[in-house]
């Protein structure tokens, strides 16, 4: 069968832990996202023991965001390890998605718009112009623009996406709950079936699973509604 698109966020407080994790969900997903909490307390092996024997792609996200020279020397820095998927900050600008992009380029470059924990009345004491649905329309285009061939956004923006960046780009979405799951500290969430329906191409879902007593299971059964909901 077919693994879905999901990537399964480890972020677990051990290697241990994580590498168990990715082993009983690897059956069924077809991504596995690395973020700051495993690698920066393990550095670039955790990759390698995430992925242990399985072909399933890797998703680092290490959401960069600085000057394009550092972003440039970061993103080179780590292409080496052969992430499928890297992702910068949309808001560090155009220069430095460039600069990511040029620097990597066996890596699909994601631009995060408008991280899925904040709402709206965040957006207004950043100072950033919203609603949250026109900034993370802005942040898309501008990232398209400067080469990114994929974005994170939540469900809630992916159709207005979809509808401006065309078939071409990857739409990768957390703040993603099952029906009935606790939502946590995210903000602007959807079902997995929802978000697949309005467009995304990958869905990114850590507690939902890695929280549940038995992850296999829980992959297993998202995994299955989403194959229920693309045949209906
Ligand atoms: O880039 C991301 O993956 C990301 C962007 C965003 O806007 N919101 C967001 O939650 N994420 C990541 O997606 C994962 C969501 O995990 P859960 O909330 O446990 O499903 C975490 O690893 C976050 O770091």
Redesign the pocket.
């Known amino acids: 069968m077919t693994p879905a698109p999901i990537?399964v966020?480890l972020?677990a407080p051990d290697l241990e832990t994580a590498a168990q994790w990715a082993s009983l969900v690897t059956p069924h997903v077809s991504t596995i996202?690395v973020?700051?909490e495993l690698y920066l307390r393990y550095g670039p092996d955790v990759i390698a023991s995430v992925r242990g024997a399985s072909g399933v792609q890797i998703?680092l996200?290490l959401?960069l965001h600085d000057i394009p020279n550092t972003v440039a020397g970061a993103a080179k820095a780590v292409s080496r390890l052969r992430p499928a998927i890297l992702?910068v900050h949309a808001t560090g600008g155009a220069a430095m998605i460039r600069a990511a992009v040029e620097s990597a380029p066996h890596t699909k470059i994601?631009a995060?718009?408008?991280?899925?924990?904040l709402n709206e009345s965040d957006l207004d004491r950043m100072g950033l112009a919203g609603p949250a649905d026109e900034a993370v329309r802005r942040l898309s285009s501008l990232s398209v623009e400067a080469g990114a061939t994929a974005l994170?956004?939540?469900p809630h923006e992916v159709a207005a996406v979809r509808a401006e960046v065309g078939p071409d780009i990857t739409l990768?979405t957390?703040?993603?709950?099952p029906q009935g799951a606790d939502v946590?500290?995210?903000a602007r969430v959807a079902t997995p079936e929802q978000a697949l329906a309005d467009g995304a191409d990958l869905l990114?879902?850590?507690?939902?699973i890695?929280?549940s007593a038995d992850p296999g299971a829980a992959a297993a059964a998202i995994a299955a509604s989403l194959r229920r909901t693309t045949a209906s």
């Open positions: 990537a966020a972020d996202k973020g700051l998703f996200d959401k992702t994601a995060v718009t408008i991280l899925t924990s994170v956004c939540s990768i957390p703040g993603v709950r946590q500290d995210q990114v879902i850590g507690r939902p890695t929280g």
